[in-house]
Nanobody, 128 residues
Framework: QVQLAQSGGGLVQAGASLTLSCAVSGRPFEQLIMAWFRQGPGKERDFVAAISWRAENTFYRDSLEGRFTISRDNTQSLLHLQMNSLKPEDTAVYYC?????????????????????WGQGTQVTVSS
């Protein structure tokens, strides 16, 4: 059984930086496409970023590229999301996700229904 354990998050002021991490177990990490999603209050779960098996490709929500960086450490089975210049509108529960099936198009990795496994979620609150 694949398990995703998230850490990081919390309450920060606007302009601050924060790093989220996701530790994966139960399946070879390098076989998984990994991603971050977020769900703001009263909103749907939205794609944030994704990264391919060996980090050769990264994908970002258009509005977040440049502020957020997704990375992975295949030796430690860890996924990270570095978030800089945080804004109040970044306030959300953030989820890591893992996909175990091959994709026919990288557009699939922006869809929540592609992913097989999810972390427990971690709250990020940005105060103004």
């Amino acid at each position: 059984q694949v398990q995703l354990a998230q850490s990081g998050g919390g309450l920060v002021q606007a302009g601050a930086s924060l790093t989220l991490s996701c530790a994966v177990s139960g399946r070879p990490f390098e076989q998984l496409i990994m991603a971050w999603f977020r769900q703001g209050p009263g909103k749907e779960r939205d794609f944030v970023a994704a990264i391919s098996w060996r980090a050769e490709n990264t994908f970002y929500r258009d509005s977040l590229e440049g502020r957020f960086t997704i990375s992975r450490d295949n030796t430690q089975s860890l996924l990270h999301l570095q978030m800089n210049s945080l804004k109040p509108e970044d306030t959300a529960v953030y989820y890591c996700a893992a996909g175990a099936t091959r994709v026919s198009s990288y557009s699939q990795v922006t869809r929540s229904d592609y992913y097989d496994y999810w972390g427990q979620g971690t709250q990020v609150t940005v105060s103004s």
